[in-house]
Nanobody, 116 residues
Framework: QVQLVESGGGSVQAGGSLRLSCAAS????????MGWFRQAPGKEREAVVF????????TYADSVKGRFTISQDNAKNTMYLQMNSLKPEDTAMYYC?????????WGQGTQVTVSS
């Protein structure tokens, strides 16, 4: 059974930083696709960044380019999202996802709140 468990969310002032983690069990990040999504109240879930390991591509949403960085530690089977220069509009529930099609498996979500 695949489980993705996020951690690291919280409240921060604008301009601050947070690092989200997503630990996987029953799934190996070294292959397939993985990434981060977010959903703000009243809005649709959107992709923040995802990596296609097989295609060796990383795609960031325009709104986070230059501020957010995805990384992975294969030894720990954990992926991270480093978020810098946070803005109030980054406030959302953040979800990690992974799998052959990127969204086969989902974490439970972690809340990020950025105050002005």
């Amino acid at each position: 059974q695949v489980q993705l468990v996020e951690s690291g969310g919280g409240s921060v002032q604008a301009g601050g930083s947070l690092r989200l983690s997503c630990a996987a069990s029953g799934y190996t990040y070294s292959r397939g696709c993985m990434g981060w999504f977010r959903q703000a109240p009243g809005k649709e879930r959107e992709a923040v960044v995802f990596i296609s390991t097989d295609e060796r591509t990383t795609t960031y949403a325009d709104s986070v380019k230059g501020r957010f960085t995805i990384s992975q530690d294969n030894a720990k089977n954990t992926m991270y999202l480093q978020m810098n220069s946070l803005k109030p509009e980054d406030t959302a529930m953040y979800y990690c996802a992974a799998g052959p099609g990127c969204t086969n498996y989902w974490g439970q979500g972690t809340q990020v709140t950025v105050s002005s």
